[in-house]
């Protein structure tokens, strides 16, 4: 299991933790909206999941580098997927999987999004200025 650590400032006033996204581009219009409402400073930790279930695979992947790149874990979804576009399994996809929905979408990944995805960690260490113990974020 690979993990990764963050510090965050006492600049940070507000922590955001979203996951399951799905690769739905819904949550992604929601979470820009509910994000320019803010006034105070904050980050975003994405807790895995980025995949399996919508078509948005890239739109995703271009959400989580802009708002929360090195704050980000891999999922049990993403891994699945990963595994599959990268060879690393023998197992034919799930029937879920189109080549004009889901499937379609992520064979359409550039190498530098596949990329972004193989370094994802699996756990996610994040240590609050003022806190002795880090807050752990993981997926499964």
């Known amino acids: 299991m690979e993990s990764h650590e963050i510090v965050l400032d006492d600049s940070v006033d507000r922590l ?7 690769a739905y581009r819904e949550p992604l219009a929601a979470m820009d909206a509910y994000l320019d409402s803010l006034s105070e400073t904050y ?13 948005d695979a890239a739109a995703t992947i ?46 359409k990944l550039s190498a530098e999004q596949l990329q972004f995805i193989s370094d994802l960690p699996d756990q996610l260490m994040v240590h609050l200025a003022g806190q002795d113990h880090p807050r752990t974020a993981w997926s499964s």
């Open 43 to 55: 980050k975003v930790v994405v807790n895995g999941d980025l995949f399996e279930g919508g078509i």
């Open 62 to 107: 271009d959400w989580v580098q802009a708002h929360a790149s090195g704050r980000t874990t891999r999922g049990n979804h993403d891994s699945r997927i990963f595994a599959y576009l990268a060879q690393e399994t023998d197992q034919d996809p799930p029937a879920q999987w189109k080549l004009d929905g889901e499937l379609g979408s992520y064979q």
């Open 16 to 22: 955001i933790v979203v996951s399951d996204l799905h």
